[in-house]
């Protein structure tokens, strides 16, 4: 399995063999691939979890993902925006879906002086991005 580093990102533009360091852009959060898995009952599909981790202050870049995306705060507090929506801060056990294609405007960590920590699972198709950049 290869190690993705997300924008979203968690968070580029990669296809999900990409490799790690093409997910890297300082100062961004950290990714870690947790697991990545076809699914058996969905043929053409996978899921993948990942966890996404914030320094104090960090964000992501504006993007889109192809997959569905659901996100849980596991420690601290995310601001996230989608596209048509208002920003909403969320803070540690409370979650989020993102529907396929849908614009993440902004995911950062809320704070400028705590860590914060993202846990999202994507289904998607093994050739689908899981982050595109988005242009404005």
Request: proline fraction near 5%; charge should be positive.
């Amino acid at each position: 399995m290869n190690v993705l580093r997300f924008c979203a990102a968690s968070l580029v533009a990669l296809t999900l063999t990409a490799s790690t360091s093409a997910f890297a852009h300082a100062p961004s959060e950290k990714v870690t691939v947790l697991q990545d898995q076809m699914l058996k009952n969905v043929p053409g599909k996978k899921a993948l979890m990942i966890e996404v981790d914030y320094k104090p202050g960090q964000s992501s870049i504006a993007h889109k993902h192809e997959g569905t995306a659901m996100a849980y705060v596991l420690s601290g507090a995310i601001t996230s925006q989608v596209k048509g929506e208002k920003a909403v801060t969320y803070k540690a056990g409370q979650y989020w879906y993102e529907p396929a294609g849908s614009e993440h405007l902004v995911s950062k960590n809320a704070s400028a002086t705590k860590p914060a920590r993202l846990l999202v699972f994507m289904v998607l198709s093994p050739d689908e991005k899981v982050l595109i950049p988005l242009e404005n």
